[in-house]
């Protein structure tokens, strides 16, 4: 357990166990609102109550500014118990939190005070990519543009949005704006993660102030070297946490799905030895790359948490690993679905939602298997 003097005092940061445990505490409650976030295309208030309750945007910030700064192995510890509850509070709450992260470590005391003060566990949503602009004027900028898969936006307070700057030598920034200042849309009707509302959200206009804008090419001002990593080795943690929780989930309720389920007049599922072969081996699969992924993942905390080395080669070794993962766990499951009949597909059933969900997972920029060509290149190229 790690205290530290921050803007809350004597502030204690929660350790992974307790964190895990929780979640495993209210399961009931998270997986009682799964459907209804399906339905809603966002996390129903009771959904945001209990995310606000165990504090999730708060996981991976830094203890400065009122985290728990888990690492990345933890990340995807945590998120694997998350997702496996509650699809919908996973894949927003790790926007919360990867907002609350870059914010918490990155902003000048006073937008600490200003994002943090009132709100000891905001809820941030937040956009990787450039896709508005901003101009710059007295006391801060003005923003313009759109961003789509602003995931959360809708129960969020903030948006994190990343702009470029409108002018001949253009630079980069991390802007905070209130959602109440900007237009969040509807346009999220997708056949996965639909209970995330990644919709997108629209600025015209919107005046931040230098206090809430970040240079993201400049180190981190708290927390250390973990939030200096670049985007795609900082979410890792958390994108393959949501797909090993939603893949476990789906093995999970298949074993119990199976006990009971019988096609025409063959008898139980769980009689079949084709079955039980599939679901032996898609277990152990999923283990396995759960086992390299956090291997992996606690290699990269060792060296930031140690002044040890971390060079291009380290990171496409990380993002390749996080496509085979995301991949090879996916794949797994996809092999049960096709045993499971009919009865999978009706929405009652969480066969169904964790498969569809997974799928969704695979599609995100990190787990690209783009990233595979890249650091075959780099074998090749060091052969």
């Known amino acids: 357990m790690t205290m530290t003097?921050?803007?809350?005092?004597?502030?204690?940061?929660?350790?992974?166990?307790?964190?895990v445990s929780e979640i495993?505490?209210?399961?009931?409650?998270?997986?009682?609102?799964?459907?209804?976030?399906?339905?809603?295309?966002?996390?129903?208030?009771?959904?945001v109550d209990l995310m606000r309750q165990i504090r999730v945007p708060m996981i991976k910030a830094p203890i400065e500014a009122g985290g728990d700064r888990l690492l990345l192995a933890d990340q995807c510890r945590y998120f694997t118990a998350l997702s496996y509850s509650n699809a919908t509070a996973a894949w927003t709450g790790f926007n919360h939190a990867g907002a609350a992260a870059a914010a918490g470590s990155r902003l000048s005391d006073?937008?600490?005070?200003?994002?943090?003060?009132?709100?000891?566990?905001?809820?941030?949503?937040?956009?990787a990519l450039p896709t508005g602009t901003f101009t710059r004027v007295d006391g801060g900028v003005l923003v313009n543009g759109t961003w789509n898969y602003a995931s959360g936006v809708r129960h969020?307070?903030?948006?994190?949005?990343?702009?470029?700057e409108a002018s001949e030598t253009p630079s980069v920034t991390l802007a905070v704006i209130r959602t109440a200042d900007a237009t969040v849309h509807g346009d999220w009707n997708?056949?996965?993660?639909?209970?995330t509302g990644s919709v997108s959200i629209t600025a015209k206009d919107v005046f931040v102030p230098t206090a809430l804008t970040v240079d993201p090419m400049e180190p981190p001002k708290r927390g250390g070297a973990i939030y200096g990593l670049n985007y795609p080795v900082f979410v890792a943690g958390e994108n393959l946490g949501f797909?090993?929780?939603?893949?476990?989930?789906f093995i999970d309720e298949l074993v119990v799905y199976a006990r009971g389920k019988s096609r025409g007049f063959d008898g139980r599922l769980a009689d079949r030895g084709a079955f039980q072969y599939e679901l032996g081996r898609s277990s152990q699969q999923l283990r396995a790359?759960?086992?390299?992924?956090?291997?992996?993942?606690?290699?990269?905390?060792?060296?930031?948490?140690?002044g040890g080395e971390f060079n291009a080669r380290h990171e496409a070794g990380v993002t390749a690993m996080t496509a085979y993962c995301t991949e090879t766990a996916v794949a797994a499951i996809s092999r049960l679905m096709s045993f499971a009949g009919a009865g999978a597909l009706f929405n009652t059933s969480p066969l169904q939602r964790c498969f569809r969900d997974a799928q969704g997972s695979a599609q995100h920029l990190v787990a690209s298997n783009q990233s595979l060509d890249k650091y075959g290149a780099i074998l090749l190229a060091d052969a």
């Open 289 to 306: 790359v759960q086992a390299h992924a956090l291997a992996t993942l606690a290699e990269v905390d060792v060296a930031m948490e140690n």
């Open 110 to 127: 006073e937008g600490i005070e200003l994002l943090f003060g009132s709100d000891p566990s905001p809820f941030l949503a937040a956009v």
């Open 243 to 249: 797909t090993f929780g939603a893949c476990t989930r």
């Open 190 to 195: 997708v056949m996965a993660l639909k209970g």
């Open 5 to 19: 003097t921050s803007r809350m005092g004597s502030h204690v940061a929660r350790p992974i166990e307790q964190l």
């Open 156 to 164: 969020a307070d903030w948006a994190m949005l990343t702009a470029i």
């Open 24 to 47: 495993s505490a209210l399961h009931s409650q998270f997986d009682a609102t799964a459907a209804e976030s399906e339905e809603l295309g966002d996390a129903p208030q009771g959904l």
